[in-house]
Every structure is written in C-alpha cells, then in structure tokens.
C-alpha cells in the first residue's frame, strides 16, 4: 500500500527527493514516516509529517537538511534531502500511521510501510 521511490546514487553536498505513494490508503488520516536503515544498525526515526495540521518532527542528524512534505490530493509524501552526507547512507522506508504523536519516532507508531529504496552518498 505504499511504494517508496526515487533513491540513487548522489554525490556528496547533493539533493534527492523521495517520494511515497500510498494506495488504498486515505493519507488525510495518516501521519507519513520517514526512516532509514543502513547495513549492520538498526532503522532509525528521519522525520514525520503529522496527518493533522501537518506538523513536522525531525532526527537531530537530518534537521535543518531534510524537509517533509505531503500532497493528499496525489496520496503521496516526499522527503526533500539537501547537503547530503556519506552518512545519510542507507534504505530509505516510508510508513504511514495514526499512532500517538508521542509514538512518531518509534517503529511501532506505523502500521504500513513501504519496500524502501536505497540512497548512496558518495564521490
């Protein structure tokens, strides 16, 4: 029900937008995470876009480079990434849920996840 795409290969200090499609899925009820996963460590919390109000939550690592966005009308959320670092290397997943806000960094707060897609910075 959701599809995450638009990863590659990019060179350090560059930009790529992902892009997270849902189906079958009203995204007007549905807080839209972004996390990552690179070889040998766990997923970790990248951001969130609330599915009320659209109140955005960042990890410390991406703030200030990373910005969420949504269109409902498409069924479809991006992470726009700037400045991107060698370190921002991983697997990028999209999830969608209605968790509590207290939960939004947590794998747990997302019921549906996407297939992930793989970002590779480097020169």
């Known amino acids: 029900q959701l599809q995450a795409s638009g990863g590659g290969l990019v060179q350090p200090g560059g930009s790529l937008r992902l892009s997270c499609a849902a189906s079958g899925l009203n995204l007007d009820y549905y807080s839209i995470g972004w996390f990552r996963q690179a070889p040998g460590k766990e997923r970790e919390f990248v951001g969130v876009?609330?599915?009320?109000?659209?109140?955005?939550d960042y990890a410390d690592s991406v703030k200030g480079r990373f910005t969420i966005s949504r269109d409902n009308a498409k069924s479809t959320a991006y992470l726009q990434m700037n400045s991107l670092k060698p370190a921002d290397t991983a697997v990028y997943y999209c999830?969608?849920?209605?968790?509590?806000?207290?939960?939004?960094?947590?794998?747990?707060?997302?019921?549906?996840w996407g297939q992930g897609t793989l970002v590779t910075v480097s020169s």
């Open positions: 999830a969608a849920g209605r968790a509590a806000w207290g939960s939004r960094t947590s794998v747990v707060g997302y019921k549906y």
């Open positions: 876009i609330r599915w009320a109000g659209g109140i955005t």
